[in-house]
């Protein structure tokens, strides 16, 4: 992660590399979230720079008053009032435009902050499995919602802040430059002054900004992980040792928070309010040199109006601009991050041809591997026909989940290896294929919501679809004796529901979708035998409609397969019928068989 170095003092030049990158993360991901909107902007910049033009004229009707109609005492009063009330409209004019502008923008912004959001957790679920193998849930929730904030931050507190007082700096300067330019050049030498300390400013605040965004997701991860794993940190005792990693992460995240303000408190306002007396003053002794007689001639009384009226109109951007610097760190870190993570490959699209019509699975000489040189799975061949059940075991780590997350394509399997009806998988479409398998896993994942809601998952099903599917997973009489039937609430991850009642819920849902192909991996293994003949009753009603293809520990889920498929150590092993493989004396399913017969009888540890 960009800002992960960026917070690294140790390394100068990946630092300054990184530092661009951050930059240039930042800026593609603002101009992308504007994009929809850039005529609007654009138009909200040309009243800007009216608005800036209309202020500048001010100190110019001052000057012309003084120098002209005061100090002559020529004026006569319509003329005086006309010009007064010329520059109060155009300063109100000015005020009205800049406040009406800057709400305009404001609401790009608001709208840009949607549209990340929305972009980023499309994106985030269009990302191929492998990438959550590495991903916190906690951060990636970060990115999403405080993360895509640093838009909102980019557009209104930075971008617009400082492009408006950019436009006025261009508009007094101008006005200056017109007035007297050697006066000018003594105001501009606050220019290179304000870059040294913002460049300084940088230096001392960018890395401890990394480091508290880094740290604020750190605290988010931790806090979301601790929830999840509730039961087992209380059984553990291990709630106190959490609490005190947390508040080390907490008071890691207060010093970082304290370094950055220690640099804002002394390095911006303060420092630029001096450079804005100091320059005062160096007006006035040129002023009072020149109204000597000296060299450069005489200034007239209202040009040192007007300019003492441009300088606090100049200074006060500076000041906005620097004190942005400090949100601008922030939000380009926020930003640059959100980018990082849209830039985050999804998985390839698909050819989109060919359909799964019966359910057929053809697997030829597949290998696979997650990390290079580490083979998991090697040289499998198995051809499952259309409508039939087949299991698949194996000891643990023997790649039955990985042959599952293949056919299932959470991964990408080599391609041609597997085929669906004679397609290769790769050529799916990513919705078809969705809608033709259904998949049971091991650890049901439930909604906090209503049974019927669980099942429908989001599809427009009728209530006679869900009852039918909560019917074939043999659950419908639980459901409908609850007090609100199929819409009582669950409660989070399904609280109310037994294991095995989940599993059947589980069931239903992938049921619902009416896929060809039904995956099971190891449905059964957390559920009591008479729950377990429940799943196997429904499973059977299936079987000749829905390939079945099931993960199964416990041997007897699958012990009435059309085949068995036996893996080890990634190879198949022996393939056949319980009682084929029952035959083969010394072979792997019957030694498995037999140990866990001993087990089930407390001979043998679990
Ligand atoms: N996402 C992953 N990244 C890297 N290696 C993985 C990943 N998932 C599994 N593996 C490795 O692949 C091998 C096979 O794992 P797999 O989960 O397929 O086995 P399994 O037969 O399903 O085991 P179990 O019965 O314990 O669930 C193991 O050595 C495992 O460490």
Redesign the pocket.
């Known amino acids: 992660m960009p800002a992960d170095v960026l917070s690294s003092p140790a390394k100068p030049t990946a630092e300054r590399v990184t530092r661009r990158a951050v930059w240039g993360d930042a800026s593609a991901l603002l101009l992308r979230a504007a994009r929809p909107e850039r005529s609007l902007v654009l138009r909200s910049v040309a009243w800007l720079v009216l608005a800036a033009g209309l202020e500048a004229l001010g100190p110019l009707v001052g000057k012309y008053l003084i120098d002209n109609h005061y100090l002559p005492r020529t004026g006569t009063w319509p003329e005086i009032l006309a010009l007064l009330l010329g520059a109060l409209a155009a300063g109100w004019l000015a005020t009205a435009l800049r406040y009406g502008q800057m709400v305009r923008l404001g609401s790009v912004a608001m709208r840009s902050v949607q549209r990340v959001r929305e972009e980023v957790y499309a994106h985030v679920m269009r990302l191929p ?2 990438f959550f ?1 590495r991903a916190i849930t906690g951060q990636l929730v970060s990115r999403v919602t405080n993360d895509s904030e640093a838009v909102k931050t980019l557009f209104v507190q930075v971008l617009f802040v400082v492009l408006d007082s950019l436009i006025l700096l261009a508009g007094a300067t101008v006005a200056m430059l017109w007035l007297d330019w050697r006066l000018m050049l003594i105001v501009a030498a606050m220019v290179p002054a304000v870059a040294v300390i913002v460049t300084l400013y940088q230096r001392l605040s960018g890395p401890a900004v990394a480091r508290t965004r880094q740290l604020r997701s750190e605290l988010n991860a931790q806090m979301a992980e601790s929830i999840a794993g509730m039961p087992v940190l209380q059984a553990a005792n291990a709630t106190a040792r959490f609490r005190e990693r947390f508040a080390a992460l907490n008071q890691a995240h207060y010093a970082s928070r304290a370094t950055e303000l220690r640099a804002n408190a002394w390095l911006l306002r303060p420092v630029l309010d001096l450079l804005n007396v100091a320059l005062l003053a160096g007006l006035i002794w040129t002023f009072g040199l020149r109204s000597q007689g000296g060299a450069l001639g005489a200034v007239e009384v209202g040009v040192l109006y007007a300019f003492i009226n441009y300088m606090s109109r100049v200074i006060e951007p500076l000041i906005q601009i620097t004190m942005q610097f400090a949100q601008l760190q922030q939000a380009l870190v926020g930003a640059a991050r959100v980018h990082a993570l849209l830039k985050e490959a999804e998985a390839p699209k698909a050819a989109e041809h060919g359909e799964v019509t019966r359910g057929a699975i053809d697997i030829r000489a597949l290998d696979f591997s ?2 290079p040189g ?1 083979p ?2 090697r040289g499998i061949d198995l051809r499952i026909p259309a409508g039939a059940f087949y299991g698949i075991v ?12 293949l056919l299932l394509r959470f ?1 990408a399997a080599p391609p041609g290896s597997v085929r669906l009806d004679g397609t290769p998988i790769e050529a799916l479409g990513e919705d078809h294929l969705r809608a033709s398998v259904g998949l049971v896993p ?1 650890d049901p994942f439930l909604l906090a919501a209503s049974a019927r809601e669980n099942i429908a998952m989001g599809r427009t099903l009728t209530g006679g679809q869900v009852e039918e599917a909560a019917r074939a997973a043999h659950l419908h009489g639980f459901l409908a004796a609850l007090p609100q039937g199929y819409d009582t609430p669950l409660g989070e991850g399904g609280a109310r529901l037994s294991v095995g009642q989940k599993q059947l819920l589980a069931i239903a849902r992938a049921l619902a979708g009416q896929p060809r192909i039904l995956f099971l ?2 449905a059964t293994s957390h559920i009591d035998s008479e729950t377990e003949q429940v799943v196997q009753r429904a499973l059977a009603e299936l079987r000749g409609r829905v390939t079945i293809v099931a ?1 199964a ?1 416990r041997l007897s889920t699958v012990r009435d397969a059309d085949s068995i498929a036996v ?1 080890n150590h ?1 190879r198949l092993a022996e393939q056949g019928r319980h009682d084929e493989l029952m035959a083969i004396d010394g072979g792997l399913y019957q030694r498995l068989y037999q140990l866990q017969q001993l087990q089930d009888e407390g001979i043998a540890p679990a």
């Open positions: 499995m492998a193998d997650y990390l580490h998991v799975l194996g000891h643990t780590g023997s790649g039955k989940t990985t042959l599952l997350s991964y091991q991996d190891e993960i520990h893996l990634g």
